[in-house]
C-alpha cells in the first residue's frame, strides 16, 4: 500500500484479554519496527524485524508480549494478559533499510489500546 | 545503555526562530534524525545528518556535531502548525537495531 497501516485504529479491552494488533508496511519495505508511546511520553522501541527475523527483541517489557513477521511484510504484536499499564498508543513503523536510506522511517497511524 | 537527552518543552511566537537541542550516549552511531509529531498524529521525518554540518531543507535545519555528541533541530520563521513534539533519534548500529528516540520536545507557539 501507499503507507503503513494498522489495526484496529482503537481498542478497548478488559483486563486479563489478549489482543493482536496488525501492521502492514510498505510494500518494499524489508524492515519494520513496533514502538509504544504512552500517553504524553515519548516513543519507547519495542522490537525490530529484518526480514522475517527479529535481530533485535530488547524492548519487549515482559513476556506477555511477543511479536511475528510473515512473508517480510505483515507483522502482529500479540499482548497476553493485558494490564491497564499496557494501556498506549502501539506504532508501528517501516523502512528500507540501507546505509544510504538516511534512517528515515514511515510510521502508521498506530493503534490505540486501552485497557479497562 | 542507550540514551538521548532533549529538553522537555519549548515555547515560543510566530515569526520567530527556536532551537531544540539534543545530546546522545550511544554504543555507535550512524546518524541523527529528527522526526515531528503532531498531537493524535503518526510521527514524520523531517531531517537526518549522518555527518556534521547544517543540513537545511526549507525553514527547518538540522545540525550535528559528532566530536561533542550533538545536534540541534533549528525551526524558523514560526507558524502556529509547527506546534507539535519534536523527537531525535539516532541509530547505533550499522545494521540489526532499530531508531533509538529520545523522549521528545513540545513546541507551543502563540501569536
Known amino acids: 500500500g501507499a503507507g503503513v497501516s494498522q489495526s484496529p485504529s482503537n481498542k478497548v479491552t478488559e483486563k486479563g484479554k489478549d489482543v493482536e494488533l496488525r501492521c502492514d508496511p510498505i510494500s518494499g519495505h524489508t524492515a519494520l519496527y513496533w514502538y509504544r508511546q504512552r500517553l504524553g511520553q515519548g516513543l519507547e522501541f519495542l522490537i525490530y524485524f529484518q526480514g522475517n527475523s527479529a535481530p533485535d527483541k530488547s524492548g519487549l517489557p515482559s513476556d506477555r508480549f511477543s511479536a511475528e513477521r510473515t512473508g517480510e511484510s505483515v507483522s502482529t504484536l500479540t499482548i497476553q494478559r493485558t494490564q491497564q499499564e499496557d494501556s498506549a498508543v502501539y506504532l508501528c513503523?517501516?523502512?528500507?533499510?540501507?546505509?544510504?536510506?538516511?534512517?528515515?522511517?514511515?510510521f502508521g497511524e498506530g493503534s490505540w489500546l486501552t485497557v479497562v | 545503555g542507550q540514551s538521548l537527552e532533549q529538553p522537555s518543552e519549548v515555547t515560543a511566537v510566530e515569526g520567530a526562530i527556536v532551537q531544540i537541542n539534543c545530546t546522545y550516549q550511544t554504543s555507535g552511531f550512524y546518524g541523527l534524525s529528527w522526526y515531528q509529531q503532531h498531537d493524535g498524529g503518526a510521527p514524520t521525518f523531517l531531517s537526518y545528518?549522518?555527518?556534521?554540518g547544517l543540513e537545511e531543507t526549507g525553514r527547518f535545519s538540522s545540525f550535528l556535531s559528532r566530536s561533542d555528541s550533538y545536534g540541534y533541530l533549528l525551526l524558523q520563521e514560526l507558524q502556529m502548525k509547527d506546534s507539535a513534539s519534536y523527537f531525535c533519534?539516532?541509530?547505533?548500529?550499522?545494521?540489526?537495531?532499530?531508531?533509538?528516540f529520545g523522549k521528545g520536545t513540545t513546541l507551543s507557539v502563540s501569536s
Open positions: 533519534a539516532v541509530r547505533f548500529d550499522q545494521a540489526g537495531t532499530a531508531l533509538i
Open positions: 545528518n549522518a555527518l556534521d
Open positions: 513503523a517501516s523502512s528500507l533499510v540501507s546505509t544510504g536510506s538516511g534512517n528515515t522511517i514511515y
